[in-house]
């Protein structure tokens, strides 16, 4: 999703008080799958819109993004680490690491 099609969809979620996280790559080191600004909307019932990679990183960005939903209430950065499996699994590994910061954002 491009920046506009996630702030429209935004508008959207917040005009239904949706509970929503936003999750934006503020730094990409080495190789990642998304560049830094990248985003990506968290609701509170689990659906994402856009994307800060896939895989397990935005698996990461998805639990924190719920967290702070659900549980403090409070915006997180988070340190996603794309070596860790490195030569574990069959497939592309990405091998860099990013910054995330998820902030839950008031309807």
């Not at 998304?34 to 990183?57: H, N, P, Q, W, Y």
Request: net charge neutral; with cysteine.
């Amino acid at each position: 999703m491009t920046d506009r099609e996630i702030l429209e969809k935004l508008q959207a979620l917040r005009r239904r008080a949706t509970p929503v996280c936003l999750a934006t790559i503020v730094e990409a080191l080495g190789s990642t799958p998304r560049e830094t600004g990248a985003k990506m909307l968290v609701c509170g019932d689990g659906t994402t819109f856009g994307s800060v990679g896939g895989g397990c990183g935005e698996n990461a960005v998805k639990s924190a993004a719920l967290r702070c939903l659900l549980a403090t209430g409070r915006p997180e950065l988070l340190e996603v680490d794309l070596t860790d499996d490195l030569g574990t699994r069959g497939g592309d590994v990405c091998g860099g690491k990013m910054r995330i910061f998820v902030e839950p954002l008031a309807p």
